[in-house]
Protein backbone atom coordinates (compact mmCIF):
# COMPACT_ATOMS: atom_id res chain seq x y z
CA UNK A 1 0.00 0.00 0.00
CA UNK A 2 1.08 3.50 -0.69
CA UNK A 3 1.41 6.54 1.35
CA UNK A 4 -1.24 8.42 0.36
CA UNK A 5 -3.78 5.00 0.52
CA UNK A 6 -2.35 4.34 4.23
CA UNK A 7 -2.87 8.44 5.05
CA UNK A 8 -6.23 8.03 3.74
CA UNK A 9 -7.39 4.49 5.37
CA UNK A 10 -6.06 6.26 8.44
CA UNK A 11 -8.31 9.21 7.75
CA UNK A 12 -11.78 7.02 7.35
CA UNK A 13 -11.05 5.17 9.88
CA UNK A 14 -14.24 6.12 12.63
CA UNK A 15 -13.63 7.79 15.45
CA UNK A 16 -15.81 7.54 18.62
CA UNK A 17 -18.46 10.28 18.78
CA UNK A 18 -18.40 13.17 21.42
CA UNK A 19 -21.54 11.90 22.88
CA UNK A 20 -19.56 8.21 23.37
CA UNK A 21 -16.11 9.59 24.23
CA UNK A 22 -17.68 12.72 26.55
CA UNK A 23 -13.83 14.50 25.10
CA UNK A 24 -12.79 15.93 21.49
CA UNK A 25 -11.88 13.33 19.12
CA UNK A 26 -8.01 12.29 19.28
CA UNK A 27 -6.39 10.02 17.11
CA UNK A 28 -5.58 6.89 19.29
CA UNK A 29 -2.50 4.92 19.46
CA UNK A 30 -3.14 1.65 17.55
CA UNK A 31 -4.06 4.40 14.71
CA UNK A 32 -0.94 6.03 14.83
CA UNK A 33 0.87 3.01 14.70
CA UNK A 34 -1.36 1.99 11.66
CA UNK A 35 -0.02 5.06 9.39
CA UNK A 36 3.88 4.75 10.90
CA UNK A 37 3.58 0.82 9.85
CA UNK A 38 1.92 1.81 6.15
CA UNK A 39 4.67 5.19 5.50
CA UNK A 40 7.55 2.73 6.36
CA UNK A 41 6.05 -0.31 4.39
CA UNK A 42 5.82 2.66 1.34
CA UNK A 43 9.83 3.73 2.18
CA UNK A 44 10.63 0.01 2.11
CA UNK A 45 8.80 -0.94 -1.77
CA UNK A 46 10.71 2.34 -2.68
CA UNK A 47 13.99 2.92 -1.47
CA UNK A 48 16.01 0.74 -3.91
CA UNK A 49 14.31 2.98 -6.60
CA UNK A 50 15.21 5.60 -4.91
CA UNK A 51 18.28 4.67 -4.75
CA UNK A 52 19.16 3.38 -8.15
CA UNK A 53 18.03 7.09 -9.18
CA UNK A 54 20.65 8.79 -6.62
CA UNK A 55 23.53 6.79 -7.90
CA UNK A 56 22.70 7.38 -11.50
CA UNK A 57 22.09 10.64 -11.35
CA UNK A 58 25.82 10.72 -9.16
CA UNK A 59 27.20 8.64 -11.99
CA UNK A 60 26.35 10.82 -14.84
CA UNK A 61 27.85 14.08 -12.74
CA UNK A 62 30.78 12.51 -11.49
CA UNK A 63 31.60 11.34 -15.56
CA UNK A 64 30.93 14.55 -16.73
CA UNK A 65 33.34 16.61 -14.34
CA UNK A 66 35.74 14.09 -14.95
CA UNK A 67 35.34 14.29 -18.87
CA UNK A 68 34.95 18.05 -18.80
CA UNK A 69 38.64 18.87 -16.40
CA UNK A 70 40.02 16.43 -19.22
CA UNK A 71 38.79 17.91 -21.95
CA UNK A 72 39.79 21.32 -20.79
CA UNK A 73 43.31 20.19 -19.87
CA UNK A 74 44.03 18.53 -22.73
CA UNK A 75 42.75 22.10 -24.94
CA UNK A 76 45.31 24.08 -22.68
CA UNK A 77 47.99 21.78 -23.29
CA UNK A 78 47.21 21.92 -27.06
CA UNK A 79 47.24 25.65 -26.74
CA UNK A 80 50.70 25.51 -24.55
CA UNK A 81 52.36 23.51 -27.71
CA UNK A 82 51.11 26.40 -30.20
CA UNK A 83 52.95 29.02 -28.59
CA UNK A 84 56.18 26.92 -28.61
CA UNK A 85 56.01 25.88 -31.68
CA UNK A 86 57.50 28.79 -34.47
CA UNK A 87 57.00 27.42 -37.91
CA UNK A 88 59.36 29.21 -40.92
CA UNK A 89 57.47 30.49 -43.39
CA UNK A 90 58.35 29.94 -47.51
CA UNK A 91 61.44 27.69 -45.82
CA UNK A 92 62.95 30.61 -44.92
CA UNK A 93 64.39 31.52 -40.85
CA UNK A 94 61.73 34.84 -41.24
CA UNK A 95 59.37 32.56 -39.03
CA UNK A 96 61.00 33.43 -35.93
CA UNK A 97 60.78 37.36 -37.08
CA UNK A 98 57.41 37.64 -37.76
CA UNK A 99 56.28 35.93 -34.88
CA UNK A 100 54.97 38.80 -32.30
CA UNK A 101 55.15 36.98 -28.67
CA UNK A 102 51.73 39.51 -27.79
CA UNK A 103 50.06 38.41 -30.85
CA UNK A 104 50.77 34.67 -29.76
CA UNK A 105 49.76 35.05 -26.30
CA UNK A 106 46.74 36.58 -26.98
CA UNK A 107 45.61 34.71 -30.05
CA UNK A 108 46.06 31.26 -28.02
CA UNK A 109 44.05 33.00 -25.44
CA UNK A 110 41.33 33.74 -27.35
CA UNK A 111 41.55 29.96 -29.19
CA UNK A 112 41.78 28.44 -25.57
CA UNK A 113 38.80 29.91 -24.04
CA UNK A 114 35.80 28.94 -26.96
CA UNK A 115 37.39 25.74 -27.40
CA UNK A 116 36.96 25.28 -23.11
CA UNK A 117 33.43 27.05 -23.25
CA UNK A 118 31.69 24.65 -26.43
CA UNK A 119 33.59 21.61 -24.52
CA UNK A 120 31.88 22.43 -21.38
CA UNK A 121 28.74 23.70 -22.84
CA UNK A 122 28.47 20.50 -25.12
CA UNK A 123 29.48 18.20 -22.01
CA UNK A 124 27.31 19.73 -18.90
CA UNK A 125 24.20 20.41 -21.19
CA UNK A 126 24.17 16.26 -22.05
CA UNK A 127 24.74 15.55 -18.72
CA UNK A 128 22.02 17.69 -17.81
CA UNK A 129 19.69 16.23 -20.63
CA UNK A 130 20.23 12.55 -19.16
CA UNK A 131 19.87 13.70 -15.92
CA UNK A 132 16.23 14.70 -16.86
CA UNK A 133 15.69 11.43 -18.53
CA UNK A 134 16.28 9.72 -15.52
CA UNK A 135 13.57 11.56 -13.67
CA UNK A 136 11.63 9.71 -16.83
CA UNK A 137 10.74 13.88 -17.63
CA UNK A 138 9.83 13.67 -21.47
CA UNK A 139 12.33 15.91 -23.10
CA UNK A 140 10.48 16.37 -26.34
CA UNK A 141 8.79 19.16 -25.60
CA UNK A 142 11.48 20.92 -23.82
CA UNK A 143 13.84 20.10 -27.01
CA UNK A 144 11.33 21.78 -29.12
CA UNK A 145 10.70 24.71 -27.20
CA UNK A 146 14.91 25.20 -26.94
CA UNK A 147 14.94 24.88 -30.67
CA UNK A 148 12.25 27.48 -31.44
CA UNK A 149 13.84 29.76 -28.34
CA UNK A 150 17.23 29.66 -30.39
CA UNK A 151 15.56 30.51 -34.02
CA UNK A 152 13.89 33.27 -32.44
CA UNK A 153 17.33 34.61 -30.23
CA UNK A 154 19.19 33.65 -33.83
CA UNK A 155 17.33 36.10 -35.73
CA UNK A 156 17.15 39.16 -32.76
CA UNK A 157 21.00 38.44 -32.22
CA UNK A 158 21.99 38.08 -35.76
CA UNK A 159 24.38 40.63 -36.05
CA UNK A 160 25.75 39.46 -33.01
CA UNK A 161 26.11 35.90 -33.88
CA UNK A 162 27.82 37.09 -37.42
CA UNK A 163 30.40 38.98 -35.55
CA UNK A 164 31.18 36.16 -33.08
CA UNK A 165 31.89 33.27 -35.89
CA UNK A 166 33.57 35.78 -37.98
CA UNK A 167 35.93 36.52 -35.09
CA UNK A 168 36.30 33.21 -34.58
CA UNK A 169 37.76 32.36 -38.37
CA UNK A 170 39.80 35.06 -37.96
CA UNK A 171 41.68 33.78 -35.23
CA UNK A 172 41.60 30.07 -36.00
CA UNK A 173 43.33 31.04 -39.67
CA UNK A 174 45.27 33.76 -38.09
CA UNK A 175 44.56 36.47 -40.37
CA UNK A 176 45.89 39.11 -38.53
CA UNK A 177 47.17 39.63 -35.19
CA UNK A 178 48.62 42.11 -32.08
CA UNK A 179 51.58 44.28 -34.25
CA UNK A 180 50.40 43.99 -36.91
CA UNK A 181 49.17 46.67 -39.44
CA UNK A 182 46.38 45.91 -41.35
CA UNK A 183 44.04 47.62 -43.64
CA UNK A 184 40.68 46.34 -43.13
CA UNK A 185 38.15 48.67 -45.42
CA UNK A 186 36.48 50.61 -43.00
CA UNK A 187 39.23 51.30 -41.45
CA UNK A 188 43.48 50.93 -41.01
CA UNK A 189 46.22 51.05 -38.51
CA UNK A 190 47.40 48.90 -35.76
CA UNK A 191 45.94 46.14 -34.14
CA UNK A 192 46.31 46.62 -30.28
CA UNK A 193 44.06 44.17 -29.44
CA UNK A 194 42.26 41.00 -31.37
CA UNK A 195 38.55 40.05 -29.79
CA UNK A 196 35.83 37.76 -30.85
CA UNK A 197 33.55 40.16 -31.70
CA UNK A 198 35.59 43.78 -31.90
CA UNK A 199 38.95 44.43 -33.19
CA UNK A 200 40.56 47.66 -31.77
CA UNK A 201 43.09 49.12 -34.31
CA UNK A 202 45.44 52.36 -33.87
CA UNK A 203 45.34 54.77 -35.96
CA UNK A 204 47.85 56.68 -37.77
CA UNK A 205 47.22 59.93 -36.26
CA UNK A 206 46.67 58.25 -32.71
CA UNK A 207 42.83 57.28 -32.55
CA UNK A 208 41.43 53.86 -31.88
CA UNK A 209 38.99 52.31 -34.29
CA UNK A 210 36.43 49.61 -33.05
CA UNK A 211 35.76 47.62 -35.94
CA UNK A 212 33.02 45.02 -35.64
CA UNK A 213 34.30 41.75 -37.51
CA UNK A 214 31.13 40.96 -39.07
CA UNK A 215 31.87 44.38 -40.88
CA UNK A 216 35.30 43.31 -42.38
CA UNK A 217 34.80 42.30 -45.95
CA UNK A 218 38.67 42.17 -46.55
CA UNK A 219 42.21 42.78 -45.19
CA UNK A 220 45.26 43.82 -45.98
CA UNK A 221 47.87 42.65 -44.48
CA UNK A 222 50.61 44.82 -44.51
CA UNK A 223 53.12 43.10 -41.52
CA UNK A 224 53.21 39.96 -43.23
CA UNK A 225 55.78 38.52 -45.27
CA UNK A 226 57.97 41.30 -46.32
CA UNK A 227 57.72 44.74 -47.85
CA UNK A 228 58.71 46.84 -50.43
CA UNK A 229 60.36 50.30 -50.27
CA UNK A 230 60.15 52.55 -53.06
CA UNK A 231 61.47 56.00 -54.40
CA UNK A 232 61.33 57.44 -57.26
CA UNK A 233 63.84 60.35 -58.32
CA UNK A 234 62.73 63.13 -60.70
CA UNK A 235 65.86 64.21 -62.65
CA UNK A 236 66.67 66.82 -65.68
CA UNK A 237 66.24 64.64 -68.65
CA UNK A 238 69.83 65.94 -70.07
CA UNK A 239 71.65 64.07 -67.09
CA UNK A 240 73.97 61.23 -67.74
CA UNK A 241 72.13 57.74 -67.12
CA UNK A 242 75.82 55.99 -66.33
CA UNK A 243 76.37 58.59 -63.62
CA UNK A 244 72.93 58.30 -62.54
CA UNK A 245 73.17 54.55 -61.88
CA UNK A 246 76.91 54.76 -60.60
CA UNK A 247 75.76 56.99 -57.64
CA UNK A 248 73.01 55.35 -56.64
CA UNK A 249 74.59 52.06 -56.57
CA UNK A 250 77.35 53.46 -54.26
CA UNK A 251 74.71 55.07 -51.48
CA UNK A 252 72.88 51.23 -51.34
CA UNK A 253 76.14 49.78 -51.07
CA UNK A 254 77.24 52.39 -48.32
CA UNK A 255 73.99 52.14 -46.65
CA UNK A 256 73.43 48.59 -46.78
CA UNK A 257 76.73 48.14 -44.63
CA UNK A 258 76.02 50.58 -41.74
CA UNK A 259 73.52 50.24 -39.09
CA UNK A 260 70.59 49.20 -38.50
CA UNK A 261 69.71 49.19 -41.90
CA UNK A 262 71.64 46.13 -42.59
CA UNK A 263 68.90 44.35 -40.82
CA UNK A 264 65.80 46.45 -42.09
CA UNK A 265 67.10 45.67 -45.62
CA UNK A 266 66.08 42.18 -46.97
CA UNK A 267 67.53 42.29 -50.17
CA UNK A 268 70.04 44.56 -52.15
CA UNK A 269 68.62 48.21 -53.06
CA UNK A 270 68.51 47.74 -56.85
CA UNK A 271 67.60 50.66 -59.45
CA UNK A 272 64.86 49.06 -61.22
CA UNK A 273 65.56 52.04 -64.55
CA UNK A 274 63.60 54.47 -65.49
CA UNK A 275 59.67 54.60 -64.71
CA UNK A 276 58.87 57.40 -67.01
CA UNK A 277 60.42 59.51 -69.65
CA UNK A 278 59.26 62.81 -70.82
CA UNK A 279 60.39 66.17 -73.15
CA UNK A 280 62.35 68.14 -69.70
CA UNK A 281 62.32 65.55 -66.93
CA UNK A 282 62.77 61.64 -66.17
CA UNK A 283 61.78 59.42 -63.19
CA UNK A 284 64.52 56.94 -62.15
CA UNK A 285 62.61 53.90 -59.99
CA UNK A 286 64.85 52.47 -56.77
CA UNK A 287 63.08 49.71 -54.86
CA UNK A 288 64.46 47.06 -51.92
CA UNK A 289 62.84 44.49 -50.21
CA UNK A 290 62.49 45.60 -46.13
CA UNK A 291 61.49 44.16 -42.55
CA UNK A 292 57.53 44.16 -42.48
CA UNK A 293 56.29 47.70 -41.45
CA UNK A 294 59.65 49.37 -42.06
CA UNK A 295 59.32 50.34 -45.43
CA UNK A 296 58.37 53.96 -44.65
CA UNK A 297 61.53 54.37 -42.73
CA UNK A 298 63.39 52.66 -45.51
CA UNK A 299 62.70 55.36 -48.00
CA UNK A 300 62.98 58.79 -46.13
CA UNK A 301 66.81 57.37 -45.01
CA UNK A 302 67.07 56.36 -48.97
CA UNK A 303 65.94 60.09 -50.03
CA UNK A 304 68.11 61.59 -47.52
CA UNK A 305 71.29 59.57 -48.74
CA UNK A 306 70.55 60.13 -52.28
CA UNK A 307 69.92 64.20 -52.51
CA UNK A 308 73.01 64.53 -50.36
CA UNK A 309 74.74 62.25 -52.98
CA UNK A 310 73.31 63.86 -56.15
CA UNK A 311 74.49 67.01 -54.82
CA UNK A 312 77.80 66.19 -54.31
CA UNK A 313 77.89 64.64 -58.07
CA UNK A 314 76.44 67.88 -59.66
CA UNK A 315 73.32 66.21 -60.64
CA UNK A 316 70.44 68.63 -60.65
CA UNK A 317 66.97 67.41 -59.47
CA UNK A 318 63.91 68.68 -61.03
CA UNK A 319 62.20 71.05 -58.87
CA UNK A 320 65.14 72.12 -56.54
CA UNK A 321 66.91 75.93 -56.49
CA UNK A 322 67.18 77.62 -59.87
CA UNK A 323 70.69 78.39 -61.28
CA UNK A 324 72.50 81.21 -60.62
CA UNK A 325 72.81 84.23 -62.87
CA UNK A 326 76.37 84.82 -64.50
CA UNK A 327 78.27 87.45 -63.01
CA UNK A 328 80.44 88.58 -65.95
CA UNK A 329 77.60 89.61 -67.85
CA UNK A 330 76.75 93.34 -67.88
CA UNK A 331 72.68 93.55 -67.72
CA UNK A 332 71.16 96.22 -70.21
CA UNK A 333 68.97 98.73 -68.57
CA UNK A 334 66.92 99.17 -71.14
CA UNK A 335 66.41 95.94 -72.37
CA UNK A 336 62.85 96.08 -70.46
CA UNK A 337 62.14 99.78 -72.06
CA UNK A 338 59.93 99.21 -75.21
CA UNK A 339 61.13 101.31 -78.20
CA UNK A 340 58.68 104.39 -78.95
CA UNK A 341 56.71 103.98 -80.98
CA UNK A 342 56.38 106.68 -84.52
CA UNK A 343 53.21 107.06 -84.04
CA UNK A 344 53.91 109.25 -81.27
CA UNK A 345 54.89 112.42 -83.28
CA UNK A 346 52.11 113.88 -84.70
CA UNK A 347 54.81 115.25 -87.59
CA UNK A 348 56.04 111.80 -88.64
CA UNK A 349 55.20 110.65 -92.44
CA UNK A 350 52.99 107.55 -90.63
CA UNK A 351 51.09 109.77 -88.52
CA UNK A 352 50.31 111.97 -91.06
CA UNK A 353 49.59 109.29 -93.51
CA UNK A 354 47.20 107.19 -90.71
CA UNK A 355 45.29 110.88 -90.10
CA UNK A 356 41.80 111.44 -90.84
CA UNK A 357 41.28 112.99 -94.64
CA UNK A 358 39.39 116.60 -94.45
CA UNK A 359 36.29 116.51 -96.65
CA UNK A 360 36.18 118.43 -99.49
CA UNK A 361 35.08 122.47 -99.57
CA UNK A 362 31.96 123.49 -101.48
CA UNK A 363 33.07 125.96 -104.00
CA UNK A 364 30.66 129.12 -102.97
Given at each position: ?????????????????P?????A??????D???G????????E???????A?G??V??????????????R???????????R?VQA????????L???????????????????S?A???????A?????????????????????A?V??????????T??L???F???????????????????????????????L????????????????????????????????????????????????????????????NE??W??????????????????????????G??????R???????????A?D??????P??????E?????????A?????????????E????L????V??
Open positions: MSLPAALLAATATPSPSSESGATVPSLQAQEATNAASWVQNWSTWLILRLLILVIAAVLRVAVRAITKLIDRMNTVDGTALGGLVNVERRRQRSQAIGSVLRVSFLIMGTALMILATFEINLAPLLASAGVGAIGFGARNLVDFSGVMILEDQYGVGDTIDAGVASGEVIEVGLRVTKRGDNGEIWYVRNGEVKRIGNLSQGWATAGVDVTLRASEDLDKVKATIDEVAERMSKEEPWLLGPIEVLGLDSVLLDSMVVRVSAKTMPKALTVEELRWRLKHAFDAIDIVGGAAAADPADPDPTAAVAPSVYSNTASPQAAAAPAPPSPK
